[in-house]
């Protein structure tokens, strides 16, 4: 029984499923930051350049926040070097003044903050090169120590980049891993569906539908760690999103399909076996991470041929006949879809189909600071959370520098390396923070005091203490929690300054002040700048992309149905979905920074998920619509083109209600909502009738419509019907997989 007391503790901390990782970034930074710190301080008696050394490995080894394995790790790490010894400078020169110095630290962490929203390979490195400028903007103005300063920095980065990649890492499970898990269990669910359609009986085994919600809820952003999620702007973090984008669209067609109870379908369901095969070479691209050579895409010849039977059996068919083959149709062509995604994702060029700009890979055909800086411009406004995170640092971090330059405070540096540990994008969240800051300082700065009054001026205590401090506490700290962390960079800061300067009792004592001031002008600041964090900014932009996807579904209707004398409809088809596109990717930067905040901790007041749902199959279906339908579009008879945009302006109304929802947190009265069964359905009815006088391929083009507009007519009415249940305390469907 003591045997396993005693080994109790260590058996927990083993077992974390985070324990390898914190136990291997602190050994990383052990090894690289005191590695070099040692040799120059003691090889070369060289403390200045020691200490830069320390501080030039510190922020990368502990802070920074890279994706990939650590060969991927090194072109980023060695990129940033000249950009570290460029905000050295910069701080080493402005430091002769306090506006100067407050100055030149707002310009550099916003922009090192908002350059974060290309990706994690830039937003990684914000926090190390914020404390790049930090170090030496603060007194003595030393530029004739400039030189030292560099090189002890290059040093260190230069030790952080090579002990990252020598020391042994474990294998971290990629995102497109998790996505070819989704990939494949969706082709599973093909497969199924296809038995059922091909051959409807009772005792069909129901598909797997759960495994298929799980597989995709793993892959959601906010279950991802964020070095790994595809957020830049490189090709591979495009392709990655889309791929996500398009099988949670693909998803929801199989879960139409299932429902369907309207008889054989032999040739839809030799299309979804075939769309099953496709999603499984897709998976397999995602798994070698490398794009197979297609000779032919059989998918794509595939929907070819069920296009043309299609269109040969208008005549015979029922409306549900037509609605279920659309939606096999739309099924299908997100395969295609999803398998050139995934190809590009990995290298490989669009095939000449894509090339185009108005295709969904049109970034697949401009250069890589194109993309880079349609992100950039897309989060420049107040509306982004990102934007906003940025300026809520920069504004806290520029108020704290000319504080301490105004109170001439000692170790200013502390400071402002409390505001940055400290701010949240929240004003709760950094109250929250307070607390176990000052307790885990104020522990550390006892514990350091009590070091100093034993070991007095003996280097050599100092010098043994300070790996056990830094692998301990930034080994297991993060697993005990933040009072931990906090006591550990504590003792950390006292035992390496007490090897560069006399120790001193003032050391900790002033550690424990500039923290409290930190934490106080962080907490300043939160409450100032946007306090709700992403709370009420999910709000306003769940509501805005909820607008704009209706307008988005009558757009494209009058665009299909009613298209301009003169031009084809793939003239302007960029605009029709552009304004719910760029909404869309506000809406989940603010969803993924609220899943974070504590509020998102508690049970959300409403299923932001469902609530964006409609606006996915809008953005998603339109998409495929425009695909299919813009360069060849036959227009239905006016009677249906009109039926179809009066059907348009329901489903926008539906959306319209849906947002008014989520605005007034469910306040609206109830309505009465139709229904939009096939069987129902006027321009189905009008297009199948006798003499209606409608072509086959107008046929489809209303089919196509119609189902894509009832698909989102589904999401938005399930808003209401979901609110209603959650309002009652019944258990609702919350369609997680968004």
């Given at each position: 029984?003591?045997?396993?007391?005693?080994?109790?503790?260590?058996?927990?901390?083993?077992?974390?499923?985070?324990?390898?990782?914190?136990?291997?970034?602190?050994l990383w930074a052990t090894l690289a930051s005191l590695g070099v710190f040692y040799l120059l301080r003691y090889g070369f008696n060289e403390p200045a350049m020691a200490l830069y050394a320390l501080f030039g490995a510190i922020p990368i080894t502990l802070f920074s926040r890279l994706p990939g394995t650590a060969r991927e790790r090194t072109a980023p790490l060695l990129a940033a070097l000249?950009?570290?010894?460029?905000?050295?400078?910069?701080?080493?020169?402005?430091?002769?003044?306090?506006?100067?110095?407050?100055?030149?630290?707002?310009?550099?962490?916003?922009?090192?903050?908002?350059?974060?929203?290309?990706?994690?390979?830039?937003?990684?490195?914000?926090?190390?090169?914020?404390?790049?400028?930090?170090?030496?903007?603060?007194?003595?103005?030393?530029?004739?120590?400039?030189?030292?300063?560099?090189?002890?920095?290059?040093?260190?980065?230069?030790?952080?980049?090579?002990?990252?990649?020598?020391?042994?890492?474990?294998?971290?499970?990629?995102?497109?891993?998790?996505?070819?898990?989704?990939?494949?269990?969706?082709?599973?669910?093909?497969?199924?569906?296809?038995?059922?359609?091909?051959?409807?009986?009772?005792?069909?085994?129901?598909?797997?539908?759960?495994?298929?919600?799980?597989?995709?809820?793993?892959?959601?952003?906010?279950?991802?760690?964020?070095?790994?999620?595809?957020?830049?702007?490189?090709?591979?973090?495009?392709?990655?999103?889309?791929?996500?984008?398009?099988?949670?669209?693909?998803?929801?067609?199989?879960?139409?399909?299932?429902?369907?109870?309207?008889?054989?379908?032999?040739?839809?369901?030799?299309?979804?076996?075939?769309?099953?095969?496709?999603?499984?070479?897709?998976?397999?691209?995602?798994?070698?991470?490398?794009?197979?050579?297609?000779?032919?895409?059989?998918?794509?010849?595939?929907?070819?041929?069920?296009?043309?039977?299609?269109?040969?059996?208008?005549?015979?068919?029922?409306?549900?006949?037509?609605?279920?083959?659309?939606?096999?149709?739309?099924?299908?062509?997100?395969?295609?879809?999803?398998?050139?995604?995934?190809?590009?994702?990995?290298?490989?060029?669009?095939?000449?189909?894509?090339?185009?700009?108005?295709?969904?890979?049109?970034?697949?055909?401009?250069?890589?600071?194109?993309?880079?800086?349609?992100?950039?411009?897309?989060?420049?406004?107040?509306?982004?959370?990102?934007?906003?995170?940025?300026?809520?640092?920069?504004?806290?971090?520029?108020?704290?520098?000319?504080?301490?330059?105004?109170?001439?405070?000692?170790?200013?540096?502390?400071?402002?390396?409390?505001?940055?540990?400290?701010?949240?994008?929240?004003?709760?969240?950094?109250?929250?923070?307070?607390?176990?800051?000052?307790?885990?300082?104020?522990?550390?700065?006892?514990?350091?005091?009590?070091?100093?009054?034993?070991?007095?001026?003996?280097?050599?205590?100092?010098?043994?203490?300070?790996?056990?401090?830094?692998?301990?506490?930034?080994?297991?700290?993060?697993?005990?929690?933040?009072?931990?962390?906090?006591?550990?960079?504590?003792?950390?800061?006292?035992?390496?300054?007490?090897?560069?300067?006399?120790?001193?009792?003032?050391?900790?004592?002033?550690?424990?002040?500039?923290?409290?001031?930190?934490?106080?002008?962080?907490?300043?600041?939160?409450?100032?700048?946007?306090?709700?964090?992403?709370?009420?900014?999910?709000?306003?932009?769940?509501?805005?992309?909820?607008?704009?996807?209706?307008?988005?579904?009558?757009?494209?209707?009058?665009?299909?149905?009613?298209?301009?004398?003169?031009?084809?409809?793939?003239?302007?088809?960029?605009?029709?979905?552009?304004?719910?596109?760029?909404?869309?990717?506000?809406?989940?930067?603010?969803?993924?920074?609220?899943?974070?905040?504590?509020?998102?901790?508690?049970?959300?007041?409403?299923?932001?998920?469902?609530?964006?749902?409609?606006?996915?199959?809008?953005?998603?279906?339109?998409?495929?619509?425009?695909?299919?339908?813009?360069?060849?579009?036959?227009?239905?008879?006016?009677?249906?083109?009109?039926?179809?945009?009066?059907?348009?302006?329901?489903?926008?109304?539906?959306?319209?209600?849906?947002?008014?929802?989520?605005?007034?947190s469910g306040d609206v009265e109830p309505h009465e909502r139709g229904g939009y069964l096939a069987d129902e359905s006027d321009p189905l009815i009008a297009s199948t009738a006798h003499g209606a006088g409608t072509g086959p391929a107008a046929v489809v083009l209303v089919a196509d419509l119609e189902a894509w507009l009832t698909g989102i007519a589904y999401d938005a009415t399930r808003v209401?019907?979901?609110?209603?249940?959650?309002?009652?305390?019944?258990?609702?469907?919350?369609?997680?997989?968004?």
């Open positions: 029984m003591n045997r396993v007391c005693r080994r109790g503790p260590l058996d927990w901390v083993l077992r974390r499923p985070d324990a390898a990782a914190q136990l291997r970034r602190a000249p950009v570290g010894l460029l905000l050295v400078t910069a701080g080493t020169l402005l430091a002769a003044h306090s506006w100067s110095a407050a100055l030149g630290m707002f310009v550099v962490t916003f922009v090192t903050s908002y350059l974060g929203v290309g990706g994690p390979a830039t937003g990684g490195l914000a926090t190390s090169f914020q404390l790049y400028y930090l170090l030496p903007c603060f007194p003595p103005y030393a530029p004739e120590s400039l030189g030292q300063r560099l090189g002890g920095l290059a040093v260190g980065m230069l030790a952080a980049a090579l002990v990252d990649r020598l020391l042994w890492q474990g294998p971290l499970p990629p995102y497109r891993v998790l996505l070819a898990d989704a990939v494949d269990a969706t082709a599973e669910y093909c497969t199924a569906l296809a038995r059922r359609i091909a051959e409807p009986s009772d005792d069909t085994v129901a598909p797997p539908h759960d495994r298929v919600s799980q597989t995709l809820f793993a892959t959601r952003l906010t279950q991802v760690a964020l070095p790994e999620r595809p957020t830049g702007a490189s090709l591979r973090h495009r392709g990655l999103y889309d791929v996500r984008a398009v099988l949670r669209h693909l998803a929801n067609q199989l879960d139409r399909i299932a429902l369907d109870r309207h008889g054989p379908a032999p040739h839809a369901a030799r299309l979804l076996d075939s769309t099953a095969g496709s999603l499984r070479r897709a998976a397999g691209v995602l798994r070698a991470a490398a794009p197979e050579e297609l000779a032919t895409d059989t998918l794509a010849e595939s929907v070819r041929s069920f296009g043309c039977a299609r269109r040969a059996t208008v005549g015979t068919a029922s409306p549900g006949q037509l609605r279920l083959a659309a939606v096999v149709h739309d099924t299908a062509a997100a395969g295609v879809l999803l398998t050139e995604a995934a190809r590009i994702a990995f290298g490989a060029p669009p095939q000449h189909l894509w090339r185009r700009l108005d295709t969904p890979f049109r970034y697949a055909t401009v250069s890589a600071p194109v993309r880079y800086w349609y992100r950039l411009r897309l989060h420049l406004t107040p509306r982004s959370v990102l934007f906003q995170n940025a300026l809520r640092a920069a504004l806290a971090l520029a108020g704290a520098r000319l504080l301490v330059g105004s109170l001439n405070l000692p170790h200013g540096f502390w400071v402002l390396l409390a505001t940055l540990s400290l701010l949240r994008t929240s004003a709760s969240d950094t109250r929250g923070a307070l607390g176990p800051a000052f307790l885990g300082t104020g522990l550390g700065a006892v514990v350091a005091a009590l070091l100093v009054v034993v070991a007095g001026n003996t280097p050599a205590v100092y010098m043994v203490a300070a790996p056990l401090v830094v692998f301990l506490g930034f080994g297991v700290g993060p697993l005990l929690g933040p009072v931990w962390v906090q006591a550990a960079l504590t003792l950390t800061l006292v035992t390496v300054f007490a090897q560069v300067e006399p120790p001193s009792l003032g050391i900790p004592t002033w550690r424990f002040l500039d923290v409290l001031i930190g934490g106080l002008i962080g907490a300043t600041a939160a409450l100032l700048a946007w306090p709700r964090g992403a709370q009420n900014e999910l709000r306003r932009s769940v509501v805005r992309f909820m607008a704009a996807s209706a307008q988005a579904c009558q757009d494209l209707t009058e665009r299909l149905c009613l298209p301009p004398r003169g031009q084809g409809v793939a003239a302007a088809d960029g605009e029709v979905l552009r304004d719910a596109d760029r909404t869309l990717r506000l809406v989940q930067a603010a969803y993924a920074q609220y899943r974070t905040e504590g509020a998102s901790r508690k049970n959300p007041e409403l299923p932001w998920e469902l609530a964006m749902a409609a606006g996915y199959s809008t953005v998603g279906g339109g998409a495929l619509l425009l695909t299919e339908h813009a360069t060849d579009t036959t227009p239905p008879p006016p009677a249906v083109a009109g039926q179809l945009v009066d059907l348009a302006a329901r489903v926008a109304d539906d959306c319209r209600r849906a947002a008014e929802l989520v605005r007034r209401d019907r979901v609110l209603d249940d959650l309002r009652a305390g019944r258990t609702a469907d919350l369609g997680y997989r968004y």
